[in-house]
């Protein structure tokens, strides 16, 4: 049911998501809210928390080096060194 309230959420940009979560973070800390909306909020930030990890993830696989053998194909990749 909660899921269905938050379909929205695969949809979100990382930066639109992030946003909304730090926004519920701040709503709970504040202890302004009553119970059942703050429970409501929580599934939410949950949701959108597992949102920002999945394109924390998608984003560090692209950014990521590829390994070429001797004749120059690609055969993997490998962290890229930002150093």
Known sequence: ???????????????????????????????????EESVAIYERGEVLKRRCEELLAQAEARVNKLVLDASGKPTGTEPLDIN
């Open 1 to 35: 049911m909660a899921e269905n309230k938050n379909s929205d959420v695969a949809k979100l940009p990382f930066e639109k998501a992030i946003e909304e979560l730090e926004s519920i973070v701040k709503r709970l800390e504040e202890g302004k809210v009553p119970l």
